[in-house]
Structures are given as structure tokens and as C-alpha cells.
């Protein structure tokens, strides 16, 4: 089957009755892009048949006859005549396009740019015969109408009745079987006037759907009306405006016709002749991050509802923070069959961040994730499209079962100097070009720890995360204090004065110290190139003045955030801690507090030494975001959380000499800084402490080394 589908020249390796069988599967696959764009998937996949319908079927006899078989009976002797002595591939392309591939996208015009690009592959593989009078002998090209669809995949149709995995079930419509035969005419309908009458008959036909939609809906308003008094109508305004919200749904259907975007998307609506779903669901979602304007929190609400329609207590687990490939990914195990697959590749942040973790749960009770597949290469940059990294997720079905596995495999060479790719773990050990981890849906790993930990993470790594649990201390559980870790005040540049801006306007008494890429990696904070200004420490003058220079002044009471007594960088080039003795809020650190302000030094001296080893600077690592552009790490608050952080070493003295040492100096380049002399110290201390073995130690700084000199290549490749 690999050597079948394989792009090489070997001749049909199966019987007749093997071929046959293929051939079959071919003619009732069902293809679904939900966020198509201008087609460049549904185009993959179309020329993916059509060379697979080479290979078994190279005179075209079998597929020309299944092409034949699925006109009406009184258009089959005509059609036959028609076709008879076409190019094989329009042939192939002509059948594949009318029977598997379905393409849907919120924006019309990139699905009238998806129409263009089938017509020209279609026209393409026509010959010409013949002179202008008969067209050179052209086939008229297909009515994709109904195959390329403008609609809103993320939000189903305005059904009442549903089950509990996010299906809506439908009651027996004859309007479904009227609609799939009218729609299936009108796709091979070529004479204008039949063409016309046939686009009447479906624009009445949904016309009518919608009105009894919008009269079933303006009913129930009205018995909501006379049912309940002003008081409890009152309360029932939310269920009032989602029906105005319904209705409004159900009239945007009609902009089927309109070259405009219909709001909802379902299955039954739009492609009825997809009785069970679709067998393949392949997509390129949109990179759009949770934080981006354009993600508005009205958008978000309203994804938010649809999930909790579709899976009920499980939409829990995809969360108000999630980027929005994820509700592409849940809405899409609803438009797959019991065995269908969903393949998609998008951005990799989802492995590694919060909201992930929390989607992973819901993938574990929703599906089977059969493969996580990951690259050192970079397949975008920003050149040519978004500046990110990529991973394949492959799910199969819309039922989850406790004996399936995981593989996370990655890619050590170009995916387009790769002939094919594999995803057996057994397969995968074979060749020098990937590697790869199985993981049962019953192991912890799979629920505990983040898929871009297990995806990345050498076995060791795992084990010494192990080693650490055992003998180390999550910092809210330090006796003597009430540490906590967050993130910096995020502010704008409006509120940074510079520290001359400060001097020339003597403005010391209100200037409160504000790390910023300014101060470069420091051990240890001892002053700061900007400020912010305390707004309850300024005179009206003083608030004129920063006016007139449009800079905006603090106030500390507006936030619960307090000056951290260590911080790390989050967008990482150099790994390092920082004791905060400048009393300094940050603008974009991941801070750690002492909120009694009771913690010794000895316990900030303990923290600042293990936040500065190498075993800390792989987990974050491992466990941070590496989407950023130039090679940069992104490690978050809430990646340090996850991991125990306190060791009591009982090594004061030593600790305070390698202090002192660092506190004069900046971090270097970190593959230089693991590799000096106060650092093999702090590592030695560390090392012993956990009790690592020699190997264990050269395998964490060597691993160290690798996966930053991996990041850092992968940002150029």
C-alpha cells in the first residue's frame, strides 16, 4: 500500500480482485478541507488519487466505468459518448473531484480562488480537437457550487436535538434527498437554460428550509412570551437573543447562492450525500494565537458555546486561552465517520503550553491520537507566510479506546527529500532519518506531563524529571515564606521612563527600578536602565510634565503584583535567574514572589543557585515554546510550576562564593555559560544532590547543548 501510494513509477503491485477492491474504496472516499483557503490541500489530495488511480487503473477502464455508473440511467449512454476518448487524468480528476473532495472556507473569495485553481487542472488535461466551433473539442467544466463552500466550520447548525459526542441528530427530511439530487444534476449540468432552472430549484428549495427554521424559531418566542411573566422574561433574555441569534443563522443559509459566507456549518446542509461522515478531514487551520486582536473575547464566546453545545462537560478541557486551532480540531470529530482520520498540521505551541495540556484531556476521552510528528526543519517562514514552527497531529475517530497508542515521532531530514514517511514506531527505528516513542493511552506520561515534553524529551530526561519530583520541593510548599511564581506587569512603552528622562527631570523620589532587554541576563539585578513612575508619588506639576512628554505614570495599587525577589527571562537567547537586590518589577519576566516578605537567604540563595543549573535550563527547554522567531525560546510562568523547584543544599559557603563571582558579570551565550567555571560548580551541587550518575551528567549537558543548537538551526532552515 506505501509503494501505492509512493510518487514512483512501479507498475499496480494487486490482483484484479485486490484493484477492484481499491478502486471501490476510491469511489466512496470522502474528503473534507474545513478551512480550505484557496484549495492548496484539496489540490494535495486530488493529485494523490489521481496517481493512485494511475498505478492500478493505468487504461482507465474500471475507473471510466465507475464514472459512467453514477449518472442516471437515461444519461449514461449520452455521457459515455461524451467521454469516450478523454484524457485519462481530466477523466480521473473529473470523477475524483464529483465524488471525494469537499472544501470549506469563511472567506468567499478564497473559495472562488479554490474553484479557479480545479478548473484549470481540469482544463489542463483536456486535448484539443477540433477549432473554435466546437469549443476545440472542450468538455464544459463541472459546477463546484456545492463541492467548494463560504461557511463558518465552527459553529453547527442551530439543531435543538443532540447527542453527547458533539453529533446532532436529524430527524428523516426529505429536503436532504431532494437537496443531494438536485445538487448532484446540477454539478455535471452544462446547458445554460437547465442550468438555470436547476440553481431555481435549489435556491427555493433551501429558501424554504430557512423560512421553517425562522417560523419554528419565531414560535418559540412567542410561547416563551405568553408562558412567562414580565419578571421571569426578564431573566430569559439570553434564550431570546440566542434565538434571534438561530434565526439570523438559518437566513445566512440562503448565501449559498450569493457568493457569501453562510454563518454555520453541518454536514447534512451542505453535503447530504455524506451519509456518515467524512472518512478524511486534512487541513492547514488558520495561525491565529488567543491573545491576537482579530480573536475577539465576542468570538470567543460564541466557539465557547458551540463547544459546550457539541461535548457537554468535556468542553471543559478547551479552555478561553486556547489558540484557535483548537476548536478547529474538535469541530472536525464531528464531521469524521467512527474510523475516519483527522490529519492537520499547524502550529506546535498547542504541545506546550497550558491550554494544551488541558486539550490533551479532551483528546484522550474524545479520539485516538495515533501520531505527533515533528521536524527539525521549517517549512514557514516569513518570507513567504508566518514565521513559525509546524507538527502533524493524525487522530482517528470520534471514540476514544483505552488500548490505543501514541506515536511522537520527529524528523531528522527535509520532509521533501523524504520519498514517503512512516509513522510505525517499528518502522521508524529502521531508518537514520527519524526517531520515535509509543506511548500506551494508559501510561501517566500521557495524561501528566505536556505531548512537547514527550515528543522532544530523551527517556533520561523523563527519568530525571522523576529523580527531581523525589527530591526536590515545589516552591509553594517552602516553610518560611508564601512564594509564588507569575509573570512581569506587561506594560507598554508608554509607561518606561528612560533613566536620563528621570535625572534631567528629577524625578528619583517616584521612580521605581523596571527590567526590561535593556538589562541585558544578569545573576544579579544591582540597578536598572529604566523606570516606571508612581503615580501616588507625583506632584500635579510632575503628572503635567510626564503629560507633555506622553508618559504615563503606575500605580502600584492596580495591581497584585509586587517587586519579585528573582525573575528568569520568558523569551529566552541567554538562559539565566537574576536576584532581584534592585527591587525592580519587570515588564516581561517570569517572576517569583515572596508575598510575606519573610523568605531567608538562604532560601532565596538555594532557589537563585538551582534556577541557574543545567538541569533547569533543559526543562525549560523541553518544556517552552519554540515557535519564536530568530531561534528564541518562549518559557512561560506556568511551565516553572509544573516543576519542583526547591532544594535545600546546605551549602552556604559555597553557594555564596559562586554568587559573589556571578554577581559581577552578565550570563553568556549559554552554551559558553554551561561551560564555565561557576556554572560546572552550580552543576556539580545540583548533580550530587540528586545523586546523578557520570553518565547522567555528560548526557544533560550534552543534551542541553544539542537541543539549543537545534533550535537555533531549525529558525534558519
Not at 332 to 357: E, H
Not at 392 to 413: D, L, T, V, W
Not at 511 to 528: E, K, R
Not at 563 to 581: D, Q, S, T, V, Y
Request: a neutral charge; one cysteine or more; hydrophobic letters at 40%.
Amino acid at each position: 500500500m506505501r509503494n501505492l501510494i509512493s510518487y514512483n513509477k512501479t507498475e499496480n503491485p494487486f490482483t484484479d480482485r485486490e484493484t477492484n477492491v481499491i478502486i471501490q474504496a476510491l469511489e466512496n472516499l470522502k474528503v473534507l478541507d474545513p478551512a480550505c483557503g484557496s484549495g492548496a490541500f484539496p489540490m494535495g489530495i486530488l493529485h494523490k488519487l489521481v496517481w493512485i488511480l494511475q498505478k492500478v487503473d493505468p487504461e482507465n477502464k474500471k475507473w471510466f466505468e465507475s464514472i459512467i455508473k453514477r449518472l442516471p440511467n437515461y444519461a449514461q449512454a449520452e455521457m459515455r459518448k461524451k467521454l469516450e476518448g478523454e484524457n485519462w487524468d481530466y477523466l480521473r480528476k473529473l470523477g475524483v473531484i464529483q465524488q471525494s473532495v469537499y472544501g470549506v472556507d469563511i472567506q468567499p473569495i478564497a473559495i472562488q480562488i479554490a474553484k479557479l485553481r480545479f478548473f484549470i487542472s481540469l482544463l489542463v488535461d483536456q486535448d484539443i480537437k477540433g477549432n473554435a466551433d466546437n469549443n476545440f473539442g472542450l468538455m464544459p467544466l463541472p459546477n463546484l457550487d456545492f463541492k467548494l463552500v463560504s461557511a463558518n466550520t465552527l459553529i453547527g447548525a442551530p439543531e435543538q436535538n443532540q447527542q453527547n459526542d458533539g453529533k446532532l441528530l436529524f430527524a428523516q427530511d426529505e429536503f436532504f434527498d431532494v437537496f443531494n439530487k438536485l445538487t448532484g444534476q446540477y454539478f455535471g449540468t452544462y446547458e445554460p437554460a437547465e442550468k438555470k432552472k436547476l440553481t431555481n430549484k435549489i435556491e427555493k428549495l433551501v429558501s424554504a428550509k430557512v423560512q421553517e427554521k425562522v417560523d419554528e424559531i419565531q414560535l418559540l418566542g412567542t410561547h416563551t412570551d405568553e408562558r412567562f411573566s414580565k419578571h421571569v422574561a426578564e431573566k430569559n433574555k439570553a434564550i431570546i437573543e440566542q434565538k434571534k441569534n438561530d434565526a439570523k443563522l438559518w437566513e445566512s443559509y440562503n448565501n449559498l447562492f450569493k457568493h457569501e459566507s453562510v454563518g454555520f456549518f453541518e454536514t447534512k446542509y451542505f453535503f447530504p450525500e455524506v451519509k456518515e461522515g467524512f472518512d478524511v478531514v486534512i487541513g492547514n487551520p488558520p495561525y491565529l494565537e488567543s491573545r491576537h486582536s482579530s480573536f475577539s473575547e465576542e468570538l470567543k464566546n460564541i466557539y465557547q458555546l458551540e463547544v459546550k453545545k457539541r461535548w457537554h462537560d468535556l468542553a471543559n478541557n478547551i479552555t478561553r486561552g486556547a489558540d484557535l486551532l483548537i476548536y478547529f480540531f474538535e469541530s472536525s470529530l464531528c464531521f469524521i465517520n467512527k474510523t475516519g482520520v483527522i490529519v492537520f498540521i499547524t502550529q506546535n505551541s498547542w504541545l506546550n503550553s497550558d491550554y494544551g495540556k488541558r486539550f490533551q484531556a479532551f483528546l484522550l476521552k474524545a479520539t485516538n491520537v495515533k501520531a505527533i510528528i515533528d521536524s527539525d526543519y521549517k517549512y514557514f517562514d516569513s518570507k513567504e507566510g508566518p514565521n513559525i514552527n509546524t507538527v502533524i497531529s493524525i487522530f482517528e475517530g470520534n471514540k476514544a479506546y483505552p488500548s490505543n497508542k501514541i506515536i511522537f515521532a520527529r524528523y531528522h531530514e527535509n520532509f521533501q527529500e523524504i520519498p514517503f514517511s512512516y509513522v510505525e514506531s517499528d518502522k521508524l527505528s529502521e531508518y537514520h532519518f527519524a526517531e520515535s516513542k509509543e506511548y500506551k493511552y494508559s501510561d501517566e506520561n500521557i495524561a501528566a506531563i505536556k505531548w512537547g515534553i514527550l515528543l522532544h524529551a530523551e527517556d533520561f530526561v523523563l527519568n530525571l524529571m522523576l529523580v527531581l519530583k523525589e527530591k526536590a520541593s515545589y516552591v509553594d510548599k517552602i516553610s518560611d515564606g508564601d512564594i509564588k511564581i507569575g509573570q512581569g506587569l506587561n506594560l507598554s512603552k508608554e509607561f518606561i521612563a528612560t533613566h536620563e528622562f528621570v535625572r534631567k527631570n528629577s524625578l528619583y523620589h517616584a521612580a521605581i527600578p523596571f527590567v526590561t532587554s535593556d538589562d541585558g541576563a544578569p545573576f544579579v539585578l544591582h540597578s536598572t536602565d529604566n523606570f516606571i513612575i508612581d503615580k501616588n508619588k507625583l506632584t500635579k506639576d510632575e503628572n503635567r510634565l510626564l503629560s507633555s512628554y506622553k508618559v504615563k505614570s503606575f500605580d502600584p495599587k492596580s495591581t497584585d503584583k509586587i517587586m519579585p525577589i528573582l525573575f528568569l527571562p520568558r523569551g529566552i537567547g541567554r538562559h539565566f535567574c537574576a536576584m532581584n537586590i534592585a527591587s525592580a518589577y519587570t515588564a516581561s519576566c517570569v517572576d517569583i514572589y515572596d508575598y510575606n516578605n519573610s523568605t531567608s537567604e538562604e532560601v532565596k540563595l538555594n532557589l537563585w543557585l538551582f534556577l541557574n543549573s543545567s538541569v533547569l535550563w533543559l526543562l525549560r527547554e523541553i518544556s517552552g515554546r519554540k515557535n519564536l522567531g530568530g531561534g528564541m525560546l518562549k518559557a512561560e510562568a506556568t511551565d516553572l510550576k509544573s516543576f519542583p523547584l526547591y532544594i535545600q543544599f546546605n551549602k552556604q559557603n559555597e553557594i555564596i562564593k559562586i554568587y559573589e563571582a556571578l554577581s559581577k558579570r552578565q550570563a553568556k551565550d549559554t552554551i559558553e555559560e554551561v561551560f564555565s567555571a561557576e556554572h560546572k560548580q552550580i552543576d556539580k551541587l545540583v548533580f550530587d544532590y540528586l545523586g546523578l550518575s557520570l553518565d547522567i551528567r555528560n548526557r544533560t549537558i550534552a543534551y542541553l547543548e544539542k537541543i539549543i543548537n537545534e533550535r537555533h538551526e531549525k529558525s534558519k532552515s
